[in-house]
């Protein structure tokens, strides 16, 4: 491939709506949702032009100490008194609603896991030991199982949108999310798909019992690949909604208002010495395409579709200290595997239909060492370089303008039924062209916005592609050219967290000189060029990672 690269942008032809599938977050730990760390974060996100962000959380229901640890959190919402009657308790469930709201962002609410005294028991080991042990299994595997009653499940779920909606309105409660459960076809559920749908249906009953209007999602099953457990799930669970026995009214079929599943690009287990593996584009975007394959196949097409995990990788709380191959997390490297799966995930919405959002299954872990590693956003409230291209995203228009790249990868392998599973195994991505590709948009006053990004899987390339951006369209006079950029040396925060020794805890000017980094930086000064014929011309260099942001006013 040449290292020459055609960038045409038409700023006077309209192509459609661009859309805005970027806003969703989310992450395990409920209870970081309400700390000082945490707010801050959601603070950030609710800043961005197009806010509010709609955000994800996991362990909403279960029973503990309401204290966030690691891939575990709980609200202690319902437990039963003596008598076996329900007492609900919403006080630290309404604390991470409340930081939602109150920081500027929308609850997209994950309805799991188990409390533990509505637990089926039938599901579990035989214990006659004492609470401790009791606690113990429960935070194993308890949390995953069927509910004993899925009567008391109704009444809960009722109550739960009940109090909801008396708490914050029921027609504010309908512009959020909701979502049964997360990824029931691995070890977060330890029922059979059957079950799940019965789950589901007495869910879905409750809810729209007490709110009618709003919307509720399932299966958020994990990656679809051609052939596996998820697609099996994923098939079955629609072919219910469509025609199935209604497990809670006896009626054909289930309301099913939009539909979530999961999609990684890999996966790093706990590996000390692991040799070299990166995540795939191409993969992620296949189980894509093998989702929306179904949901077309049952009739649902129709519907938004929420990927309520869509990421580089599968374990956002492992880090470099687990598995060296994480540390793409602390770099340019995430910000542009985030701009070519999600310019892709796009393309399939217009190929398609349907409306996608990927949903970025990361936030931020209080008390790490410095770029740990971790699938987040900030570290010890320094933005990484991946938040930059949030900042990026945030600050655009919504009119999609004609672009097109010479330097783009094609979308064939979409025909290649393995490509997802060859992919998420071992992977180094070397060998591979890079993709340079992009969009551009009519910005909110009139300007016209050009994002390029360049990615290839291989963490390890370095190569310079020289960039002649044309854009027509633009009236005769002058213009105004503002070049925004994240690569290793611009708007990245780790790069000068390496210049100053990778302190684990830096501070006073050690910090300050690294926070300074984590903004959005501009790549060259402000240049005011002549158009000739409505045309302008821009000449620029790009790494392999690398996102260039052009604002043409």
Not at 304 to 329: H, I, T
Not at 389 to 399: D, H, P, Q, T
Not at 400 to 428: C, N, V, W
Not at 476 to 491: F, L, M, P, T
């Amino acid at each position: 491939m040449s290292n020459r690269v055609t960038v045409k942008v038409d700023a006077g032809k309209t192509t459609g709506e661009q859309e805005h599938l970027w806003r969703w977050i989310g992450y395990d730990e409920c209870n970081y949702t309400y700390i000082p760390e945490g707010k801050e974060l959601l603070r950030k996100f609710a800043a961005l032009e197009d806010a509010p962000y709609y955000v994800r959380t996991h362990f909403m229901f279960c029973t503990g100490n309401c204290h966030g640890t690691y891939k575990f959190g709980s609200t202690n919402i319902y437990w039963e008194n003596e008598a076996g009657e329900a007492v609900y308790d919403f006080t630290w469930y309404d604390r991470i609603i409340d930081a939602y709201l109150e920081t500027g962002n929308k609850p997209f609410i994950e309805l799991g896991f188990m409390p533990m005294d509505l637990v089926d028991t039938a599901y579990l080991k035989t214990m006659d030991k004492g609470n401790w042990e009791k606690y113990g299994q429960y935070k194993e595997v308890g949390w995953t199982c069927p509910p004993k009653d899925y009567d008391k499940w109704h009444d809960f779920i009722k109550a739960v949108i009940s109090h909801l909606a008396e708490r914050y309105g029921e027609k504010e409660i309908e512009t959020w999310y909701y979502e049964l459960w997360n990824e029931p076809d691995i070890f977060y559920w330890s029922g059979t798909v059957a079950e799940y749908c019965k789950l589901y249906d007495y869910t879905e009953h409750a809810v729209h019992k007490a709110a009618p209007g709003a919307r509720l999602s399932g299966p958020a099953v994990t990656g679809i690949f051609e052939g596996g457990r998820a697609q099996k799930f994923f098939d079955y669970f629609l072919e219910h909604c469509r025609e199935g026995v209604n497990f809670c009214t006896g009626e054909k079929g289930t309301r099913l208002d939009f539909i979530t599943f999961h999609v990684k690009g890999g996966g790093f287990p706990f590996e000390m010495h692991a040799p070299k593996a990166v995540p795939s584009v191409e993969s992620l975007v296949h189980q894509v395409k093998v989702g929306l394959d179904s949901i077309v196949k049952y009739g649902f097409q129709d519907r938004e579709v929420v990927l309520s995990e869509a990421d580089p990788d599968g374990w956002a709380a492992g880090g470099v200290y687990d598995n060296a191959n994480m540390r793409f997390r602390n770099t340019e490297y995430y910000a542009t595997y985030v701009a070519s799966t999600y310019e892709k995930i796009d393309q399939l919405c217009t190929r398609y239909g349907i409306k996608v959002r990927p949903l970025a299954w990361a936030f931020m872990f209080p008390g790490e060492r410095c770029f740990e590693g971790t699938r987040t956003f900030s570290t010890q409230g320094i933005d990484k370089a991946v938040f930059n291209m949030f900042r990026i995203y945030g600050a655009l228009g919504y009119e999609k303008l004609a672009f097109e790249s010479d330097g783009a990868q094609s979308m064939d392998f979409l025909k290649e039924p393995e490509i997802g599973k060859k992919d998420h195994s071992r992977y180094t991505g070397e060998g591979e062209e890079t993709d340079v590709s992009g969009f551009a948009v009519k910005g909110k006053n009139g300007e016209t916005q050009v994002v390029i990004y360049s990615h290839c899987n291989d963490i390890d390339k370095k190569e310079d592609k020289e960039i002649t951006l044309t854009v027509s369209g633009l009236g005769d006079g002058k213009v105004n050219v503002e070049h925004y950029r994240i690569d290793a040396e611009h708007s990245n925060a780790y790069t000068e967290w390496l210049r100053q020794g990778s302190p684990l805890f830096p501070e006073g000017e050690q910090y300050d000189a690294i926070k300074k980094r984590d903004g959005l930086e501009k790549f060259s000064e402000d240049a005011a060029l002549d158009t000739a014929g409505g045309n302008v011309e821009i000449k620029f260099t790009m790494p392999t990672h690398g996102v260039s942001y052009l604002v043409i006013k």
